[in-house]
Structures are given as C-alpha cells and as structure tokens.
C-alpha cells in the first residue's frame, strides 16, 4: 500500500471540501431529522458505487432516544426534499436518518471502523457582519438549526473519506466501515446504531471531533481526547390531582410540590467516591390556573458522572426522589430517557499507532497523546464499548484547530483548513493499521 | 313612597331580563376587556336618560390589577365593536371598562349604593346538548371567555334595578348610586374605583351573588353571605444567571432551585392563630434547557386568609421567603400583585333591614340571616370597608336559586326565574331604607 | 332529694380543701408516676367506705400512651412512698395510676359519671417571694414536676364530691362513678381508661376545667368550654447508615437530609377543607459526628385540628412525609404515638340542664352558656365520646376563677376560692339530672 | 557529613523507639490538651540539651481552632500531671501544647524543617484480646481518647530524628527544626503554629504519615502523598422564637424549619467546575419541647474540596444558605469555625531528593513517587503554602506499613518495624539535601 500517495491524494479534494462542508452548514439540521443531510451523503457514496446502509438497516428503532412524533418527521422529511434531497432516497429511509458506506477489499484483514456524526445543534445563528458563514452566505437557512459544534465538518471528512479510499480499494485489506451517525447532540443516536450491530466485527473504531487549538499551532492532532462524561438526560412527568386551592386543598395533589420536594432531595444525593458527578435540572413547567391545586409538573433533568458508575448512581437518585416525593404528596410519576452516554477508556495501542499515523500528515503542527476535556458527553463511547466487548479497541481524536467562538454558540465557526488534514488522518489511521497493526 | 308597586313594576321586565342575560351570555368579556358589556350598560341607561360615569371617571388606573398591554386592550376593543358594541362609547372609554349609574332624587336623603359584577370567567363553555345556553343558542361565542359565575344575572339585575329606579325618581329621597363593576373575577377591580372615590359619599352600599339554593325552595335570599377570605394573588419572577451545568455549575445561579427552596420555605409557614389560612403556588415555569442552569423563574401564588391580618401575615412570608431563597442561590426577584382582596365584616343594621325589606318580595320562598361560604374572595369588600371608613354600612346579600353546576364550572348556569326577584330585592332594600333607616 | 342542703354542706369542707390542694401541689406527679395522688385519693375514698376500683382496674395497658419504662416506674413508686404514700396501696396499683370512685344508690337510675384529672406538668416552680406556693411553702419538692395547670384543684373537688355524695348515698338514685383520670397532659391518659370500659355503662359524663376568668367576676361557671382541637403527639426515629463523608458518601444513608425532606414535605400539606389544622416539628436530635454520614435522626411531632378529621388528615401526611423520604434516601423509620386526643361535640341538653343546676350555687357570679378556648386538646374528649356512643351525654365545664399566671407558666396559681363552689357544681348537676333528667 | 553512619545510628534506638510510642499509645490526649505529650517531648529534648521552644512561643492565640474553654483546660493538665507529666513543664506551657526543638549547626546552609502530630482521635479503644496494645497492655488508659492515626508513632520518629541529628551537629550545616504539632485530627493546629511564623526562616519543609501498605511489601516510602482535600468544619446556631404552637404560630421564629431550609439549599450548590467537592451536616439538634415552636437549632457541617478555591466556593454556599433561610424564618444565627485545611501542591524538586534520600535506608521493600489518598484533609498543607510563600519547598511523604484496622478504627494498630526505617528516613532526607541540595 502506498500511504503517503494515498493521503496526499486528498489535496484535490481542498475546494470540494470547502464546498460540502457550506452546503451542510447552510441547510443544518437537527438530531433525527438529518433527511437531507444524510439524503446527500448516500448520493455522493452511491455516485461513487460505494454500498450504503441506511434507515432501519442501520438504525434499531427501540433505542431512539428523543425520536420524534410523526408529524415532526414528515415536516422535515417535506423540508429536506424542499432543499434538494433526493425524494426518492428520503422515502427509503423509512423515517430514520444516518447511513454506513462499507468498502469491503475482498482481502482477509481487520475491519476498521470511522465515526462521523452529522447533526446541528439547535440553536438559531447569529446574523452579523462579523460571523462569516453570514458574511459569506453559508448561514443556517433552518430557523432554530444551527451546525455550532463542527459536525458539518465531519460530514464531510467522512465522506471524502470514504471516496478515497474506495478509490485505492485494490490496496486495501479487510473491510472499512465509515459510519454517519445522527443525532449525537443531546446523546441521542448512537445507541440505536450499536444496538443494530453494525459494530459487531469491528476490530477498530476511531472518531475525531473538531476542537479549540492547543498550545503548538493548528492543525494539529490529539490521538485520545479523554474526559467525556456519562450523561443521561431524563423527563420527568408528575401527575398530580386538581382540586379548589381555597375549599378542598387537601382533596388535591400538588404536582409541584412534589416536584420540588424531589429536586430538592435529588440535589442533595449527588456526592459520589466513585467519580466526580453532575446534576441539573433545566427546565420546569406545572400547573394551570393560580387557585387551582396544580395536577401536573414536567421537567427535564440530566445527570453526569466522570465514570459510568457514579453516573448511574445519580440516575439512580433522580429516580428514587421523583418516586418518594410522588408517594408524600399522593402523586404518580412517569420518566422518559432521551438521551443517554456512557464513558469509554480509549485503547494504548490505538492511541499509539494513532500518533504514529499522524507523522504522516504534513500539516500538523503538533502531534499529542491525550486532552482531558472535562463536562462534556459523546455517544461515540458506546461505539467504542462495544468494540471491545467484542475484543477490538477505540479511540477519540481531537482535531485541533482555530474557532470563532465556543461549541454551542451562536457565533462558533472553525478554520476549514483543517478539513482536508483531518480527511489525511483517516486515511493515515486506516492505512497504518493495516500495514502494521498496534502494539499491544 | 309606593314600595310594593314599585316593587311590582318589575313584571314587566321578565322577558327582557333574560334576553339581556343572555345577550351578556354569548357575548362575554373577561376583567379589564367588558368593552361590550359596559357599552350596552351604558346605552341602556343613558336611553333613559340616566346620568353614568365611566372610563377614567370610574376608575384609578394606578389600582388597576392584572391590566393588560395596549395590545390586547386593543383586540378587545375592536372585538366588542365587531360584536355590536357603539364604537363611539367604546372609544370614549379611553381604556377602562366599567360604568356607574347616578339617580339623583334633588331631594335631602342617604346615598344608596349598589354594586353589581360584570365580567366573565377565563373558561371555554361547554358545547354540549345537556347545556341548556348551548341548546339554546346563547352559549358564549368568546373562546376561553364564559360567564360561569352568574355576572351576566348581575349585570341584568343591575340595568332593571337602574330603569325602574329611574322611572320612580321622584318617589326617591337622597341619590343612588349603581356601580357596574370590572373585574371582579381574581379580584383585580373593586379597588381601582374605591381609590377614584365613587363611593366616598355612599351612607349604604350592598351587592348580591347569585347562589347555590339553601334548604328551603328557590328562588330565596341570604341577607349576609359571610367567609369570604382575603386574598392576594402574585405573580413572582425569579432571575438567576445561566451557565453550563456540566462545565461551569459554580457561575450560574439557578432560578429553580431558588424557586423551589422558596416555595417548600413559605408553605411552611402559613399557620396563623389570628385566622384560617390558604397558600397556593398554582404554576411555575422556568429554564431553556437541559444542560443549561437556568436563568429564569415564574410562578403564580395566591394567598388566602379568613381575615386580612392572617393573610397579610401569609402575604409577608412568601415575599421574605422569595427573597432569602434568591440571597441563597444569588438570584434576584421580582413581584406584580394581580389581585387582591380584603374582607369586611357586614353591619347588624343592615342586615336586619335586608330581611325586612326581602318580606316584600313575594317570590322568596325563605329569607335568612347568614350563610358562611368559607374560602372564595370577593373584592366587593373593598368598597364595604370603604363606604364603613366614611361613616356608612355595607353587606353581601346571597340570591339563592337553582344553579345547572357549580360555579366556575364549563357547564354552569342559574334559573333565570331569580331575576326579576333580584331586581325586587335591590328595589325593596332602597326603598325601605330610604322609608325606614336601619335600626342601630 | 334534698340538693340544697347537700350543696350547702359543703362548706364544712373549705379548710380541707385547701390542705388536700396544696398537700398535692407540695407533691406534684407527672403522667403515669402519680402514684402518692392516687394512693392518697384511694386513702382518702376508703377511709370513708367508699368502692375503689385502680390499677389494672381501671386502666388497659394497651393504650397507655407514654407509659415509661420499668426503672422510671420504681424509681416514682419509691419516691411516692418516701413522701407519705401507703406502701401497700401503691404495691397494689400494679405500676399503674388512676382510680375510680363507685357509689351505688341501689336503687334504679341513671349512671353519672365524672372525671378529675390528677396530674402536674413537666416543668420547674417558681421559686420565687412574688408566687403565692413558694412564699406559703407547699411549692413543688418534686423538681421538674409542678402543678400549673390546676389538676390539684380538680383532684381536690372529685374526693370531696365522692365524700358527700357517700354521705347522701340513700337520696341518690342510680349510681355515680367519680373517675381520678392519670396523665392528662401530653393527652396520654384517658384513652387507657376508655377502654377499660370504665364508661360503658355512663349515662353521663362531665368535668371541669379551672380556668381564667370571664367578664363578670369571680367564681364562674361555663357549661360548656368548646375548642378543643384533636391532636396527636408522634416520636419520628429516622434510621440510615453511616459512612465516611468524605470518602464514600454515597454508601451512607444520610438520615438528617431524610428528616429535614420528610419536615419540609409535611409543613406543605396541612391545608384542610375540612377544619383548621396545626403542625409542629418541636425537636430533632440526629448524628454523631460532622465527618460522618449520620444515620439515625429522631424528632418530636404533633399536629391537631379543629376536628378529628382534619387532624387525622394532617397525622396521615406526616407518617406519609416520613415514609416517603425515608425512601428517597434509602432510610428505615419507625414512629410511637406518645399521645393522642380527638374532639368532642357536647350535648345541648345537658349544657342546659348545667345551666340551671349552676344557679343552685350562690357563689357564682355568672352562669354562661358556651365558651371558645381554641388551640388545647383533652383527652376527656374520649370519655365523652364514649358515653355517647352507648347512648348517653357528656360535656366539659370551665370552672372561672382568678390565676396569677397563663397555664402551664412556672408562676401560676389559682384562686382556692374557686373549690367549694366547684364541688358544689358537681352535686348540683349530679342532683339536678337525678331529679329532673335533662329536655332532650 | 557521613550519611550512612548517622542513618545506621538509628538502629540503636529500636527498643526505646518501641517504649516511647507505647507510653504515649497508653496516655493518648487528644487536640489541645496534649500536655503530658508535650511534657515528655520536652524533656526528652531538653536532657539532651536540645533547645525547644514552646507555649505561646510556637502557638499564636487567634488562629487556635475548637480550643477548649478553661475548665478542660485545668482538667487535663491535672490529668497530664497525674499521668507523670512535669509539672513545671505544664505551667510553663501557659495553656498550649505543642513544642519545636532547633537544632543550629552555626554553619551557613538552609533551614530544614520537619512536622511531626502528636494529638490522638476521639475515640474508645477496642478492649479485646484480638488488640494488640489491650493484649500487651498499652491500650489508652483515658476514655474517648485513642491513638488511631499514628501519631504516636509520628512523636517518636520525630523525638529520635532530633536526639539523633543532635548528637551529629557537627556534621550539619544550617538549621533543623522539628516541629511537634499539637491538633491535626480536625484540622484545628497548624495554622496557629503557623500563624506564630515558626517557618518563616524555612528552606524545606517535610512530614511524614503512618499508612495502609503499597502493592511492594512493608516497610516502604512514597514521596509524595497527594489528595488532600481543602476543608472547613463549621458550627452552626440558629437562634428563633419560641412560641405556643398551638396557639401562636405565627409568634414563634422557627429555628428547625429554618435549619432543615439551609441544609436543602446549601446541599444544592455544591457542583463545582474547579474541583471535586464535599459537603456534610453530620449533627443537628434543635428545640426543646414538642409544643413549642423551637427557638435554637444547632448543628455541624463540613465542607471538602479537592483545592481551596473549590472548598471556600461551598464554604460560601453554606453561609449564605444558613443567612438567607434565617432571613425567610425571621431568625439569626451565628458561626464558629472549628477546624480547618487548604490544600498544597508539592515540589517537584524536593519529591525526587526525597526519593532518592530514601535509596540510603535499607528497609525500605519500595519507593514510588505519589499516591493519590483522596478525601482526607491534613492542616499539615498550611505549613507546606507558608514555606512556599517564602520561597522554600514542601512535601508529604507516606510511610507504608502493615495496619490492623483502618484509621480511626477503634481496632487500628500499625507495625512499630516501620518507625526505625521511619527515623532514617527523616535523618536521609535531612542529610541528603544538606549536601546535595535539590536538582529545579
């Protein structure tokens, strides 16, 4: 296998990538309704004659946490043909987005699998001379949809990606997976992927998220950005019963005071030896009219935890609190989980044969071993539990260059000179692997 | 004076009676929007050349709870005038709703006034054949507007009480006053126009409600409704500041929780030896999103006391403790009183000569002294104290009949056969005082 | 029956009175360690021929709220003896207070039953030149135990009450049960002599309560002394488990955070339709050292009500409160009643026939009919609702008379005037209703 | 200077090593009322013609956490006495323990300087044949005081070290000065010691800690002993009204619900982006009877963090949660700080002098670097800040060895073959930087 032709073959793609990248960012959306997105991933790989997977092939309908009511489906399903899609693949889809190229050599060898994850936040942009996309024209067009933490970015390293290595597929050995997951904002998709078991023979799976600079100059690479957080984002429904405030409050059932006697307690369980951990409760809304004993409350809650573990014991609180205050104030109680992470221990001989392919892309200005990035949660940990629970290993890369502002804000844009670097570094990835393995 | 064909002169009214109520009925108007309402009042009385007040000469508009913005001002007024109301007295109204008649006797003598309720509930009426307005055809044509309490019947019994008054002017002594009150309903108008001072000269001022039957046949009077209990409703707004639950908890300060520590914090402290008490946090709302401390947190409170002193002493508490919960957390606040009543206690004179002036309306089926109806608010009280600060007497009358549910209920109604006998009732206590006086 | 001639002997007895008082009051007894009281009134009653039932007699150990523990019991039979009591009248009692008087006429008739209460409160004397038993040396010798709140007058009249009624035994008719009732305060002893049965044949019951005077002078008499609330007082023990605080919190179950959410929760459900209610947490004890995970938390609650429904209510909500947060913070709970009562309407006809029997006492100024004393609770009000659930009456006197201080103050004392005149109360009503029964 | 000699000297002491913790093993003191402790350290030093300072000579008034009121003060300086202590030596000492022997070569060179704690743990020793110290006879003699931590041992290094590098202060070159810390259980000494600027003059500052043996066998050293928490222990009152809860409620101010507020609250702000935190009510007790609206409340929190600025954020939440919950309840309150503990980081240059000092003594299995110990706290960090604020090093060293129980287990006993190697290493370091000075 020639690497270096390989990799450097990705220069002429520089405009193209530019190109995708804008066309994402223009027409973002959010988690399960990527219609279009994915629609013109699955375009571009077809075009090329790469097999793609997609909708129920690649997605299990029973872990689609936060999936969406019909009628929010067919409204985005209708959006997405509006702006291009092609119809004909967005019916195909069955109602769920996210898509699988697969680019079998023929040849004995490992599967390798890459991670790609295409949703926008949600989020209205900022519309301000100072903000380029808005200068440039690139903008979101979709009200409330905005692609503030690079995965417009990703999109399209994956699908560059996946073209050139199609394109050197005689080269190859093994089999490469390149996966375009939806909905990783708010935890939501890549439980349903793993679950499908398109993971199953994997023997590597490696990601890269695009990321602040470090202190050496950009682009450079992190092979394992550690520190991810398990989440679980839960909604919690109180019922209660109505009655008049003033005559027969003890007929009723305050909804909100349970509510609040749950948070309460919740925040008061939440120190762990195990790990450092989080809660919040974000958003609350109860009752109907001011002199009526209120019959409901909703909220939405999320848990963290620096380990899995400590995590699940917090769950396991907000639980157990929203079900005590329930029985003190003669209320029942109904939870929704949507959306939920776990940590992942990324793999030494991974994350050194990542560096090592690294040396093969000229432009970074700094090759490093792990960032600890703290709060923040990826779903990608399922990938990569479940690759080695079937005896492979994972990791998480940080693809470090200069951004306009922080992920998740209005005004986030990065340096797309760090696309084609990041394509080179999968390819590096892959093809080191496969001529050399890791040492373990 | 002829009391008994004065009295009897109201016959003739039967048929209009219900077809003013009913008129009321379909066309009902919530607090601070009777734009119609008033303006038929207005016409009414001002055909018979009765002299009314109204708008700004009623009404402080410094005391006017819960008034609403310029916009929905405006949308009500229009809607009135689509619904057949003069567009030359609605303007004339520069805002305010609610009208007083005068009935000046020229003649030396006691100031009689009279206060009747004019506004609707916020519910959307039954549509249903069982409803009798709605088999009937005057069911309310206003969403979310339903006169579930019986002030369509004031208002009508106000108008007739007014005519007929009129027409035996000269019979009178002294002046009349008939105030057609707004916003009765959460208690947000009585006191805008005891502050503009249209009862700072009335010697006597009563009111009745109509009321669920007593034992002993319908229709029947109640000369003192008693129980009502003070109330204050409150609309609290807690403002915290925002930051990343997972990254930054330490830099937000959390709206909710503050919220929540405040409402456990009052709710334990409304016992009060000086009176029977009532607390109710009826809704809340605060936060943008899961991940997210909240910035920001509202909720509606009502507090009730069987006297004032108890209230106000609930009052203070869940002020002091919405502002040491927002010292804890950091957070600040903010307040708006949207309705409030006090309670009055009713004068032994009067009431005795209510039940000797009732013996004058054949129609009763039982006349009774006093009924305690515990825990609902009137604003009514205020012009009581009021008229008893200037040296006069006050009461609440029940007008007991046949009610279809209970009251503030979608499939409310009353026998429209205690009209008339209303009217004769507000006839008989002016004339008999105006002939008698009240025994000290 | 001669009842003037049995009123008026008692004057005979003012002397003794006061000895027999303040023999008492020198040797005051709390609630279930009365045994030199009772051993003196069973003396007393025996020495003059008199039935005496005692012990487990009168008393079922069942309900015996607040029944000490064996060494508190020796210790109290040991001290009663050292203070002049008869050892082998306090050996026979059992471990157990109270007594009841039994005379028989023999011949037919009704059975009327009263009750004294016989025990001090749990507080420190005065001591002090200002109060009247410090400064005429029959303050308290027993530290922690003072009679503050009248009972050493009610035991005083019951004995000579049963004295002459004894004596007139052949002009009585029926029988008469004179009750000696242990543990008033903490309302802990009544119920234990309710089921008993010691009433279950009573026609009637009655007491009287000393009390502070009316408006019209001194000694008075109220037939009827309403406002009792229904309390029950209720010993929380909240059980968690330790672990180090700062290195496995999460192993511990922190009973303190248990405590105070289950205290929060049930301070917000005490609003009731039904009547007005109280709660209070009067004490919490709970941990063992900071850097622990405390795991026991006790604390001392009572609530009441305006009626026993409302206070069942709020008794409900407390064990519910605690069983909840127990729950939430994964704690055990147990609780012990420590005392209970309920409330009890009293009987027009015999308030009546009260009434006319207190004009047979010339010593009283005023004969009123009903009185409001809200807030306390008795535990007469099971005797009374006993009689009346097998057919008979029962209501409860407030005997009017100068005090120098509140109830239950280390000053109080009361006017020994008072005693004849109550003595003479309970023959007149005894005779009264021998004679003329009462209107029903 | 010959090393290996002055290490060797050490052997010689292995019988009195042994002697010496015993005795202070027996008559364990615990914070503050180390006097006979002291006492023997003094002379011990003293008769060795070692100059030591002591009394208010090492302690600085102001900063004396938790120091106990005068009575117990005398109490255990008469049972210092009693115990063998020199009783001039006590009344020397003006009320404080704690002492500092100098050793001044007279040559020029850095001052070293080293802490050894000598207070025990509050705390009944196991009396069972399965204790070693019960079994040989050296379990403490005084109740509620027992040598669980070690420091007894700490002493007796510290005593040795000192008799020893006298005896060689030829071979020296600057100053040592050993530090005898009186209070670190509670962290309520060191800064007092501090605070009196016993350090100011110091280059190096080190200590060491008896500890739960390594994976390597026992005895064995680790340099550095990192994961302190910063914490403050802190009292809480609560002063309310009292009031009848029956009655008045809305008199009283109540303290118990203002307490169970501020505990809720200040359990909710405990997140912290800058570090791991802790917080604990570990007591409360409050109120004084069940009808009384209780007036005080009492009780004991503490609050951890893996860094200072972390811990003082949640030492902030907890006093603006017990302010702002007195202001809902109308109370007041007061604090009184009784322990507390920064965090230090350690030098770098300094670990590694220390671990290659420790390749001189012999007995040592293994040497690591650092170990994480998280959730203790040790005041000793105060010492370590304040020679680096000066511009010294500091560092904290555990010495492994076998433990029967854990610290603060009434079982706890550790391997006396750990303090020969204990005082080498104390001589190792102390020599080993004289000579060769730290490598930055």
Redesign the interface.
Known sequence: MDIKKIIESADRFENEAVEIRRDFHKYAESAWTEFRTTAKIIEFLQERGIQVLYGLDVVDPEYCFSYPDKDTIEYHKKRAIEQGANPEIVEKMQGYTGAMAIIDSGKPGKTMAMRFDIDCNDLDEAKDEKHKPYRENFASVNAGCMHACGHDGHATIGMLTAAILNEYKDQLTGKVKIVFQLGEEGVKGALSMVKKGILDDADFVYAAHISAPGTEGTPSICAAQKGS?A?T?IDITINGKSS????????GN?A??A???????M????????G???????????????????EK?F????T?GSNTE?EQ?VYDAVL??V????????CTWSHEI?GRAVTAEFDEPLIHAIMKAAELVPEFKNISESINL????DDFAYMVRRVQEVGGMGCYMALQTEEAAGHHNSYFDFDEKCLIPGVKQFLAVTGYIMEHGVEE
Not at 259 to 265: D, G, H, K, N, P
Not at 374 to 377: P, T, V
């Open positions: 957080f989440t984002k008049h405030a003033g005559g027969d409050p003890e007929k305050h909100i005071l509510a609040c006697t749950a948070i309460m307690s925040y008061s369980q939440i120190q762990n030896g195990k450092n951990t989080r809660l919040n409760v974000g958003t609350i809304q109860g009752g109907t009219g001011r002199n009526v004993i209120p409350c909220f939405r809650v999320e963290r400590a014991d157990r609190c079900d005590a205050a329930c029985r003190a104030y003669g949507k703290h709060g923040g949660a």
